[in-house]
């Protein structure tokens, strides 16, 4: 019987993981940016918007609203953010915890 090697990763967490990895605040960022996507295409489909309402609301082009809700595209600006959310009637809050 061949004894067996002890993982040095068995009881840590995922966050310790990706931290090990080098990519828990890219992860992190990435993750909040299509929550908050994901957020704002809910509450559009709630309260019936188009996008291309949406874009007027926001006062942008169409297309950089796509690059908001597109979950690959992770360079978004708070700003635009804060006007998507007060577009469709809601706020923006951002804390440090």
């Known amino acids: 019987m061949s004894k067996k090697t002890k993982n040095p990763h068995i009881g840590s967490s995922f966050d310790d993981f990706l931290d090990e990895q080098g990519i828990l605040e890219e992860c992190e960022h990435q993750a ?3 929550i ?9 489909e709630d309260k019936n918007i188009s996008k291309t309402e949406m874009a007027k609301k926001m006062h942008t082009s169409r297309r950089q609203l796509d690059r908001l809700l597109d979950r690959s595209v992770s360079n978004v600006t708070l700003a ?7 577009a469709v009637g809601r706020e923006l ?5």
């Open 32 to 34: 909040l940016k299509e």
């Open 36 to 44: 908050l996507a994901d957020q704002v295409r809910r509450a559009m």
């Open 80 to 86: 635009t953010m804060s006007k998507a959310a007060r």
């Open 93 to 97: 809050h951002i804390a440090l915890v």
